[in-house]
């Protein structure tokens, strides 16, 4: 099945500056790459998702990129803000019945 | 927000008691899941279920079973509780399958003792 890595487990930057969380899969015919966020005792919430017929995906200070020939996507935050302190869940999938891997996620600490 | 509703949302049990957990949505989606969430682990597939009274397996569903008798309810059981069940556990739901957005309702706390 489906194998899903990020890195770096931990990450922390400075207000204002960006951040990059990379994740790579394993099962080539993965087709949908969603980003969660979720914040201490709450639930993940989907902050953006890409498909494979697409290379970047953006939202406001948010974007996804695919590499679908290296199998990795990452998520990029622009100008972060101490709102953006939260664990960072990526995943893949092939579609289908086929369920959703999540990566173990990375904690993201923004320092204001 | 999704329409969905988890509960119990906090539940202390003990050992060898039966637990189910109960996950209800408002959106008519096809697909729910339950996962379970621990430290280190992240979120990890217990059971889902693609229509009424379709189920199957996730990579974690040793000692778990689910039913689905209507669209909006999905039921979690935990036969004979044991300490290593707890955990947070969340449902999600989607419109479709694997490649659809999944979007997941507040979690339970289940702490088994």
């Known amino acids: 099945g489906e194998n899903v890595e990020q890195h770096p487990s931990t990450l922390s930057v400075q207000e204002g500056d960006s951040a990059v969380i990379k994740c790579t899969y394993s099962d080539s015919a993965s087709n949908y790459f969603p980003w969660y966020k979720q914040e201490l005792g709450k639930r993940p919430q989907l902050i953006i998702d890409i498909r494979s017929n697409v290379g970047e995906k953006k939202d406001q200070r948010i974007a996804v990129t695919l590499n679908k020939t290296a199998k990795h996507f990452s998520l990029h935050i622009t100008e972060t803000q101490p709102e953006d302190s939260a664990v960072y869940f990526c995943a893949a999938s092939r579609g289908g019945n086929n369920r959703l891997a999540f990566g173990k996620g990375n904690q993201v600490v923004v320092i204001p | 927000d999704a329409g969905i509703t988890q509960s119990p949302r906090h539940k202390v049990t003990e050992t060898g008691t039966p637990v189910t957990l109960r996950c209800h949505q408002t959106?008519?989606?096809?697909?729910m899941y339950w996962y379970r969430q621990d430290p280190g682990h992240g979120l990890r597939l217990i059971h889902y279920s693609y229509g009424v009274k379709d189920t199957d397996k996730g990579e974690v569903s040793d000692g778990y079973s689910v039913s689905r008798s209507k669209t909006e309810d999905f039921l979690l059981t935990l036969e004979s509780a044991t300490s290593s069940q707890t955990s947070v556990y969340f449902c999600?739901?989607?419109?479709?399958?694997?490649?659809?957005?999944?979007?997941f309702g507040d979690g339970t706390r289940l702490s088994i003792l």
């Open positions: 999600a739901i989607s419109e479709g399958g694997g490649n659809q957005p999944q979007h």
């Open positions: 959106e008519n989606h096809r697909y």
